[in-house]
């Protein structure tokens, strides 16, 4: 079936399955006196609408949640009932209503406290108990400013870190794994729009300014089937609407950076605007030193909202952050993300929301090499349209199903000269197109009181796409083993093939089963177990374990497979002493098919034929994740524990090969044994605040030389097996104190001051491990790069 025709068969199905689902809606009213209730749920404060809270009548121990939009509906027999919805952060409000016919009723919550808001780790337990999703962390609010960070600098990447299952390369890192998957494994999503790399400055710092941000979730496991083209996790970040009352405007002042955001209505409780910038400046001190080497960022979150009537809402949101990095101007290095977004809400029932998006995403990459007159330039971007349907059946049911698709745009690189005395040719690397549409179906069910499923299936595809020229091998094998070295080297190619544009070189088509379950065994206690096939379509051409800007992006294609994962998941959940204290323990097993490896010596960088190093292998991970939490109090916080093991194996393709690594097992480059965290906040009175955060984690796998030879009179060493060894276990102590002053009568000022220290024992841990021989005494010696000692920070932040 080529392409056109399957497009076109996805999309029938689609409405067919709509018509279908739509009907079962009016089937399921008749001869039944069912009603409905439906609304939205917002802040009374900014008409910001409220994305996870939770609707419950205790009558009938039904339940719903609001959806990305704040919308929410239930369907429930006739009758008088206790409405209780609840929000952490929010006042809890209860109200009694009479169900005789279906009707729509908005909500507005009240924020509890005055203070500048923070991001906290927040779930609502009772519905976390019985509800099927498991393997999910949720930050919700506005910052994260009680979690110590470097320089005082609020990170929302940084807080994920302190949860189970989640880790990164080490200081200065950027990207972050989960559940020993790489960090290219991750699908990290801004208003539904990709982003391709989520860090500043290499790792410093994140690209998501926290006063912009509305809603954040991390999917480790269990992952919707609305989620795909990522085999590791889903990062979902919704930013904030805008207030649609009044005018407000909030930042805050640090160490290297500061931040603005404005936001305010366009027609009052009709329409908002919301306008975020961000921007560092120490490198204005290094120029004020006659230093010529400079480093900086600077980004900025826009978005627009709205109302044409009560079931017709549209957004527009956008993106755009850059990253520059200077040696004395002759080594430039610029990048960033830019992304856009169209929606449309529309409801066509009180029973049927849906919302459709047109997004674009880009990531840029430079680099001027003014010494060489070299100046190289790649990215790659997308364009995505998803239609998305949620069904609320009825109490007891619920549906989501859409259908997406997306072309990819790579451009490896263009080489060119940077000025006219260079000696540097153009050269464009051959552009890579593709296309992946999608459809899935989802659905949440409350099969028993006790006992609660969510099980659906997407279908994905994908088509590598001309124009393109492909090189042809000997027996289709772009790498060759040399039996008599024992090592893999570059096949030469025997042709070529050339392909039109739009022309399909290589197709594939998966089905991806999603499965999680609850069980409930009383009001505090449930099990959970959950399953999902993720398909990766994408790879990230990189030979390091944390993702740097130089990387580039490559479809699959006839020699390189997509990744396929399977993982399942088993989890105990309990909330004890009134729900003062929570327990969550899950262990996971996960493994991935076609996970790219490397030949020795592979030369990843302007490579047109990268096939020519690139060998599929497998990867494996399994763990136990504990992660204790005390909800209430003065003190307040959480341990998370995790003992994982991740793995990759790339054996030999025949009897005569070896291999990578002789085809054994050995340690991913995410492999983190032990992984403790402790985040604990204290409130001693309304001015002051005090947090503190302690990390231990394995070492970093690497590989250590364990011997060395003399060859022509030059010392070479001489390696073992890959990631044998490990860097010295990593740790840090960081403290916080909040200093809030009394707000002055009469003022709508608000401010707050933020004291840290990153690092409070100064523990110098090892970013890397180098080894060298003395040029006095000859002997070898290792060398430890260390990037932090003691940070402190201070920041005042403020609203009006």
């Known amino acids: 079936m080529n392409l056109r025709l399957q497009f076109i068969f996805s999309m029938h199905l689609f409405i067919v399955c709509n018509s279908i689902f739509s009907q079962e809606i009016s089937n399921s009213e008749l001869g039944k006196e069912k009603i409905t209730l439906s609304g939205t749920i917002t802040d009374l404060r900014t008409n910001e609408t409220l994305i996870g809270v939770n609707l419950f009548i205790p009558e009938i121990k039904a339940g719903i949640t609001s959806n990305e939009y704040g919308f929410y509906s239930i369907t429930v027999p006739n009758g008088n009932y206790t409405i209780q919805i609840s929000y952490v952060g929010y006042e809890t409000i209860s109200e009694t209503i009479l169900l005789d016919k279906t009707q729509k009723k908005n909500f507005s919550l009240i924020e509890t406290g005055e203070q500048l808001d923070e991001i906290i780790i927040l779930e609502k337990k009772t519905i976390n108990i019985r509800k099927p999703e498991m393997s999910t962390n949720k930050l919700s609010g506005n910052t994260i400013k009680k979690i110590p960070v470097v320089l005082g600098e609020v990170d929302v990447l940084k807080a994920l870190l302190t949860l189970p299952g989640v880790t990164n390369a080490g200081e200065g890192q950027s990207g972050f794994n989960v559940r020993g998957g790489g960090a290219d494994q991750n699908l990290i999503l801004l208003d539904e729009a990709t982003i391709f790399n989520s860090s500043h400055v290499f790792g410093f710092f994140s690209v998501f300014n926290p006063d912009v941000i509305k809603d954040l979730k991390l999917y480790k496991g269990g992952i919707p089937a609305r989620f795909g083209g990522r085999a590791s996790s889903v990062l979902d970040i919704y930013q904030k609407d805008g207030n649609s009352n009044k005018l407000g405007i909030s930042g805050g002042i640090g160490l290297v950076s500061s931040r603005l955001l404005i936001e305010g209505p366009i027609v009052k409780d009709k329409g908002s605007f919301l306008i ?244 409930q065994l009383n009001e505090n206690q449930s099990v959970k177990a959950s399953y999902n096939r993720m398909t990766q379509y994408l790879q990230l051409i990189t030979n390091t374990a944390s993702p740097t800007p130089l990387d580039v992006w490559t479809p699959s294609d006839q020699f390189i497979k997509p990744q396929i994962l399977d993982q399942v998941a088993l989890g105990y959940f309990k909330n004890f002493n009134n729900e003062n204290y929570s327990l969550e323990i899950e262990s996971f097993y996960k493994k991935t098919k076609n996970r790219i490896d490397y030949i020795d010596g592979a030369d990843l960088i302007a ?81 002051w605040t005090f947090g503190a955060n302690f990390v231990l984690q394995t070492g970093q796998p690497v590989t250590y030389p364990i011997g060395q030879y003399e060859y022509q009179g030059i010392t070479i060493p001489s390696y073992g097996l890959r990631n044998g060894s490990s860097l010295p276990t990593y740790h840090h102590l960081d403290v916080s104190a909040t200093y809030v002053p009394k707000p002055k009568p009469n003022k709508s000022w608000q401010g707050e001051w933020v004291f840290s220290i990153y690092n409070l024992y100064g523990r110098k841990n090892a970013a890397s491990i180098s080894f060298r021989q003395n040029d006095t005494s000859g002997a070898n010696e290792a060398i430890r790069l260390s990037i932090f000692g003691i940070v402190p920070g201070i920041t005042y932040n403020f609203k009006f």
Do not use: C
């Not at 066509?348 to 849906?354: I, M, V």
């Not at 001027?368 to 007891?396: A, E, M, P, R, V």
């Not at 594939?508 to 999603?514: D, G, I, K, S, T």
């Not at 292998?617 to 995790?642: C, D, F, H, P």
């Open 276 to 519: 975020g910038g961000r921007g560092s400046y120490a490198h204005l001190f290094l120029k004020l030193a006659d230093n010529p080497n400079s480093a900086y960022f600077y980004d900025l979150n826009t978005k627009m909202n709205y109302k044409i009537n009560p079931n017709n809402n549209l957004f527009l949101s956008g993106y755009f952050g850059r990253d520059v990095f200077s040696l004395n101007d002759s080594f430039v290095n610029t990048y960033g993300n830019s992304t856009l977004n169209l929606r449309w809400n529309h409801l066509f029932t009180d029973k049927l929301f849906s919302n459709l998006s047109l997004i674009y995403s880009d990531y840029y990459y430079g680099l001027n090499l003014d010494l060489i007159g070299f100046l190289w330039n790649s990215g790659i971007k997308n364009y995505n349209i998803k239609y998305d349907f949620k069904n609320y059946i009825s109490d007891k049911m619920k549906l989501n199903y859409g259908i997406n698709g997306i072309y990819y745009d790579f451009n490896p690189g263009i080489i060119e000269p940077s000025n006219a005395n260079s000696g540097i040719n153009y050269r464009q690397l051959e552009k890579k197109f593709a296309f992946e549409p999608s459809l899935y179906i989802d659905a949440e069910q409350k099969v028993t009181e006790n006992l609660s499923l969510s099980y659906g299936l997407r279908y994905s595809m994908f088509y590598r796409l001309g124009s393109s020229t492909v090189n042809l091998y000997q027996n289709n094998q772009a790498v060759v083993f040399n039996t008599d070295l024992q090592i893999y080297e570059k096949a030469t190619p025997i042709g070529v093939k050339n392909y039109d544009s739009n022309k399909v070189i290589e197709s594939y088509n998966n089905l991806e089963p999603r499965f999680a379950a609850s069980y």
């Open 607 to 687: 490579n047109e034929a990268i096939e020519q190093i690139i060998l599929n292998g497998e990867m494996r991970a399994y763990g136990l994740e504990v992660l204790l939490r005390k909800n209430t109090g003065k003190l307040s916080g959480w341990i998370a524990y995790t003992l994982s093991k991740s793995e990759q194996r790339t054996p030999g393709r025949n009897a005569t090969e070896t291999g990578i690594n002789e085809g054994n097992w050995y340690r991913s480059g995410y492999d983190k044994l032990h992984n403790l965290s402790i985040t604990s906040t204290y409130d001693y009175s309304k001015k």
